[in-house]
């Protein structure tokens, strides 16, 4: 332990971020780095704690309590402090292949977990990692180490988001030929088109697939398994496959007017927006646009919180975010005590944008849409809104939604995003190979297994667990290679 008292010496101090009304201006990152002297300050104040819940990656009471990849956080935070940036990165990446992503995307179960949260505020994890990473990268640490030796087996990952990337990379470095299918024109999946530019820029992603190529991993675009492809060529081609495609089936909303025109699932919503960014800077054309237009986003979540903050940047006259459940407690109530996660109310980047250009934070809780109003074109015009609440069922003893009388309201919109979830991969993925799906229609193995019903066809996250983080779609891909790699060779060295 480097600094055994700087928990005491030093608050939290967190990279500034540009002002709402400035970043607004463009889709790029807007977090600018502490210097490095106060990046290993807070490094300094990680304890190492007797029990370091930051890397259990555990349910407690239904909630997941630290790292599901159990990132050996005080290591390489005490590495950080101690100025050995070499042998911090390599005791990152040991149970992390892209911190590049998590430590900009992942909402962090490590510091909910923190002990210094317990009395005062979490050390700074996700920032501490980011700067390790990006530090391995810049000083030519990240260099391409394809493995000596090659296996005869040959492996197909279809889907090329956070699960597909880490169960390829895991499995080209044991040294099988790894050869990664993308339905999509960039690779990526999730990371590429589900996530906006603003949280993380898609050169990143470039930079970690040029270096998977280099060793030795094979990628495929525009290949739609299932549709274009024929699974049936990949199950004689390949040794084994692993079915990695997220759950991309989005839970639609059924009310009345549901056809109008203007009404799109946000997923479609930020995909358009960031491939014409990439494209051509979004001169094409070739997306939903929300300027000069009342938009009402259905959906509490991070996508909706994206909406907002897409919307904005491209100039909406108005947006309103509609939440089903109750406003969370700003603070950690007595029955939601550390370490469990903190079910408190957070207010992200693109709430924070719209409270800086309206005035007024855009979200409306305990409420849902009860009908879409369209004009004589039947072209959306705006919808009838109902508040909800939740009770008791006396008969099933089950929490039910309920509308409350006389709450109806009326709110123009001329864009409808709708944000509400997702129920489990396209279902013509699963029917291509014969695997069978659970009731929550995600592709069913065995529980704690990767295998499916299929002889030698796998699957890994968000198609496996259904809609979740990254950083948990980068633990299914580990695991499932680990599995995958022991049905081929009897035995794995894969953790």
Known sequence: MGKPTGFLEFERK?????????????????????????????????????????????????????????????????????????????????????????????????EAACTCGLNGNPVSVKENENFIIEFAYNSGLMQPNPPKVRTDKNIAIIGSGPSGLACADQLNKRGHNVTVFEKDDRIGGLLMYGIPNMKLEKQFIDRRVNLMKEEGVKFETNANIGEDVKASKLLNKFDAIVLCCGAGNPRDIKAEGRDANGIYFAVDFLKATTKSLLDSNLQDGNYVSAKDKNVVIIGGGDTGNDCVGTSIRQGCKSVVQLEMMPKLPDSRAENNPWPEWPRVCKTDYGQEEAIAVFGHDPRIYQTTVKEFVKDENGNLKGVKTVMVQFVTDKETGRRVMQEVEGSEKYLDAELVLIAAGFLGPKKYIADAFGVETNQRSNVATEQGKYSTNVEKVFTAGDMHRGQSLVVWAIREGRDAAAEVDEYLMGYTALK
């Not at 390489?76 to 292949?97: G, K, P, S």
Request: net charge negative.
């Open 14 to 110: 967190s990279n500034v971020g540009t002002s709402p009304l400035e970043r607004i201006k463009n889709y790029k990152e807007f977090h600018t780095p502490l210097p490095e002297s106060e990046r290993r300050q807070q490094a300094s104040r990680c304890m190492d704690c007797g029990v370091p819940f930051c890397q259990n990656g555990k349910p407690i009471m239904g909630m997941v309590s630290g790292c599901p990849l159990n990132n050996l956080v005080p290591e390489w935070n005490d590495l950080l402090y101690t100025n050995e940036y070499e042998a911090a990165a390599h005791r990152l990446l040991m149970t992390n292949n892209f911190p590049e992503f998590t430590s900009r995307v992942c909402p962090a179960l490590c």
